[in-house]
């Protein structure tokens, strides 16, 4: 059974890493923000969150950092989910679940391309 | 909200909101009956403020005039055999606690502890869990967590992912092959 005496190697990985970090890396950091008021968590963002987290732990990827955010009052589009790439405008998309969160992250986040297709459309 | 767990997450919310510093999470298991019991060390909230709280049409929010996170959860116990109850004091924190009969056919499921745990994991919070079944208990606390990572956010993608693998073991192991 793990513990959290476990914590001390991967302490340890993570101590060296961090050091062989340049100083640049913050600058470029693409965010992923899910909102997760009640509306968000009652529509599904927990998974949704998680698939983001799990995805950046299991894949190394050191430029994306995955945080949360409120309501931001289009309750009826949730679970939301906001791109902020350095440099360019932000992205919303919106009735994400675990599996659009997987195909943002590839598509967009790490290759770039805009997710067209679960962007705000008619319903809003 | 699907599952028990999700209330946790979302009033668990509200306490780090009201800028806790500690909140402990209690799920409880005796017999018939399920407690869930999220208390915080919080700015609390005004007699006044206390009776009209369970309302929906109330909340801090200035851009909005709903709050539904609070009359969910009593719904959700009062649907499933239970109670509920909030106790709150101004610069002393806030107690919610929940009841539920475990056999009632329309109590909600408890769902994935571990994963709202971790998904509660916040540089200036703590959290301190215990979920106990019958006499079989586990504890889970953030403070101890960060002591062993050393300045290490504890909401680093590669810590989050542990935590939950260590928390899912634990849990399912407490739980001794039942659902709850």
């Not at chain 1, 993570?14 to 640049?24: L, T």
């Not at chain 2, 919310?13 to 018939?32: F, G, M, Q």
């Not at chain 2, 206390?50 to 959700?76: C, H, W």
């Not at chain 2, 056919?105 to 079944?133: H, S």
Request: aromatic residues 6%; glycine residues 8%.
């Amino acid at each position: 059974m793990k513990s959290i005496a476990d914590i001390k190697a991967i302490r340890e990985k993570m101590q060296a890493q961090i050091i062989s970090r340049d100083n640049e890396s913050e600058a470029n950091e693409i965010r992923v923000v899910v909102g997760m008021a009640t509306c968000g968590i009652a529509a599904g963002a927990r998974p949704v969150f998680n698939e983001f987290v799990d995805q950046v732990a299991n894949r190394g990827i050191k430029h994306v950092k995955v945080t949360r955010t409120g309501c931001i009052g289009m309750c009826k589009l949730e679970p939301i989910v906001e791109v902020f790439v350095p440099g360019q405008e932000k992205v919303t998309y919106v009735h994400v679940d675990a599996e659009k969160a997987k195909k943002i992250l590839d598509q967009h986040v790490l290759g770039g391309k805009i997710c067209t297709e679960y962007l705000v459309g008619d319903e809003a | 909200m699907r599952e028990l767990a999700l209330h946790i997450l979302d009033i668990a919310e509200n306490s780090v909101k009201a800028n806790a510093k500690l909140v402990t999470v209690e799920i409880l298991v005796d017999d018939n009956l399920l407690t869930i019991r999220i208390s915080d060390d919080g700015k609390g909230m005004s007699e006044e403020f206390l009776t009209r709280v369970t309302d929906p049409f109330t909340t801090t929010r200035t851009t909005r005039k709903v709050g539904m996170g609070i009359p969910l959860l009593k719904q959700a116990a009062e649907t499933g055999g239970g109670t509920f109850d909030i106790k709150s004091q101004v610069g002393v924190g806030t107690v919610v606690t929940t009841t539920f009969q475990l056999d009632d056919i329309d109590r909600m499921p408890l769902g994935d502890i571990a994963e709202t745990a971790t998904t509660l994991l916040y540089p200036n919070c703590d959290f301190k869990w215990i979920y106990k079944v019958g006499d079989r208990e586990f504890v889970f606390d953030t403070r101890e967590v960060k002591e062993e990572l050393e300045g290490i956010p504890i909401d680093s993608p590669e810590i989050i992912a542990f935590l939950k693998s260590m928390l899912k073991e634990n849990i399912e192991s407490i739980n001794g092959g039942i659902i709850i």
